[in-house]
């Protein structure tokens, strides 16, 4: 890769590392930067390579919280920590409705959603959407305020906001977020799960996106990944830390106003440009 492609495979794992745990969307703010800094690559590439390079910014909570994720301990009386084989269940049980809507209608997603004025849409509405949550919310106390306190039935139920999120634009995060609220869960809890949930989530989407993609990858390519994932690893780290910070003080209002903004600056130059 010359200079120019590396530098635009770093940005692309910035924005990925700072928009893959802030509830402004992911994958929409790939695509909309890569309508400006396109690569010098395939399309059937870069639709591989903006769910793949999650795995860095994956591997980040996976470090940052690998204690509470592992389920096996030496040093406990028991070799298995039950606590988190429970959580996992639990996360498992979240992922379900995703996994079926994925396999139902991803290919049709992709095919007819993945455009600006839908991310401009999803953008705003959801935007909307967390700015009308913390105004209901204000004053009130939230009934679950640790994420192991999170049972099946509201695991489920936050699997099912989760299925939002195939719309490009909406946020995996921004989802799961809004329906654990919704049923209950402090932002905190609510954040947390979210950032367990990705875990699998992430993982099967990109085994599944590289299978249909072939493991075929140019050295170009493969240099993207690695890179890619690299830097999302290392500003996600950066990006979890800061967002768990705010939030013990502050509430998602700000991130409402930015999708909302956002949205409209995509929507008004995708009219006047198109």
Not at 146 to 165: E, H, P, R
């Amino acid at each position: 890769m010359d200079i120019l492609e590396i530098f635009k495979v770093v940005f692309l794992g910035i924005v990925e590392g700072i928009t893959e745990w802030l509830p402004i969307s992911s994958t929409g703010h790939i695509i909309l930067v890569d309508e400006f800094l396109k690569m010098n690559q395939s399309e059937s590439f870069m639709k591989m390579f903006e769910y793949v390079i999650q795995l860095g910014a994956i591997m980040a909570v996976v470090v940052l919280y690998f204690k509470k994720l592992w389920p096996f301990s030496t040093k406990e009386k028991y070799f298995c920590k039950k606590d988190t084989w429970t959580l996992w269940f639990k996360i498992f049980v979240a992922i379900i409705p995703g996994t079926v809507a994925y396999f139902l209608f991803d290919d049709f997603v992709d095919a007819h959603f993945r455009t600006p004025y839908v991310i401009a849409s999803t953008l705003i509405i959801y935007g909307i959407i967390f700015i009308v949550i913390e105004k209901l919310h204000k004053g009130k106390s939230y009934k679950v305020t640790n994420v192991n306190d999170i049972t099946y039935q509201m695991a489920f139920m936050i699997g099912l906001f989760q299925v939002l999120s195939i719309v490009p634009g909406t946020s995996r995060s921004g989802a799961t977020i809004i329906g654990a609220m919704l049923i209950g869960a402090s932002r905190i809890a609510a954040t947390e799960f979210t950032f367990y949930l990705a875990v699998p989530v992430m993982v099967g989407m990109s085994a599944l996106k590289i299978l249909k993609f072939g493991l075929n990858f140019t050295t170009n390519e493969l240099l993207a990944l690695v890179l890619g994932m690299l830097t999302a690893f290392v500003v996600s780290i950066i990006a979890i830390k800061f967002l768990l910070n705010y939030l013990k003080r502050n509430t998602f209002i700000a991130f409402g106003w930015y999708r909302i903004v956002l949205g409209c600056i995509v929507l008004g130059y995708f009219l006047v440009a198109r």
